[in-house]
């Protein structure tokens, strides 16, 4: 009965310590996924900035007449812009309606939506809008519009707001707004593009 009494402790001691191995090894294992999870969303999986480029801007309906003695100038102009956006995450960026604005003397004469859509990762997509100049919102501004044509060179800008999302393994959302503007002047009598110049920026 000694011998039976002396071994019991020995048997809990052994059973003590697998414990204390499998809770030591289950712990070290939770602690080292940790540690990579949260290497992976510093790394890899944080999120960046998409960003949107202005490829190409082109004149189309134009038609400008200029009246004398009484100086009357009329403009039926519409702006195609290419935008190319850049999604620069190691997910895909779905992105809502998008709103391209025209303004000229930093007030809005034109406005265009973008259609939503789906970003791959690490990838590019092209983004099409067409924005016809309002001329009675130039109306206010005829004179500087008179100099401007007169002197051969119209400066307008386009501000560009596209709200999306980036989603890492289903779990991780991060919400984001990309957005740019270019400034370019539209040549006269030519009327092509010159100077073009883009400022982007993403809000996480």
Same mark, same amino acid.
């Given at each position: ?33 940790? *540690? *990579? ?104 501004? =005829? ?12 400066? =307008? ?14 779990? *991780? ?12 002047? *539209?040549?006269?009598?030519? =009327? ?13």
């Amino acid at each position: 009965m000694t011998e039976t009494n002396d071994q019991l402790p020995s048997k809990r001691q052994r059973r003590r310590r697998c414990c204390f191995i499998v809770g030591g090894v289950a712990l070290f294992l939770v602690l080292l996924l940790f *540690i *990579i999870i949260l290497i992976l969303v510093l790394t890899v999986f944080k999120a960046k900035e998409p960003k949107v480029d202005l490829v190409s801007a082109t004149l189309d309906g134009i038609s400008p007449r200029i009246s004398f003695p009484v100086i009357n100038i009329q403009l039926n102009i519409s702006l195609n812009l290419n935008l190319l956006v850049h999604n620069r995450n190691y997910a895909s960026f779905k992105h809502g309606a998008g709103k391209t604005s025209l303004l000229y003397q930093d007030k809005q004469i034109g406005e265009a939506d973008l259609y939503p859509g789906v970003i791959p990762s690490r990838g590019s997509a092209p983004l099409a809008c067409r924005l016809t100049i309002e001329v009675d919102e130039l109306a206010s501004d =005829m004179t500087e519009l008179i100099q401007d044509v007169l002197a051969g060179q119209l400066v =307008m800008e386009t501000r560009t707001s596209i709200p999306g999302r980036v989603t890492f393994l289903g779990i *991780i959302k991060k919400h984001a707004v990309a957005t740019s503007a270019c400034r370019f002047t *539209i040549a006269f009598p030519a =009327m092509k593009i010159q100077n073009q110049e883009c400022r982007s920026k993403t809000k996480l």
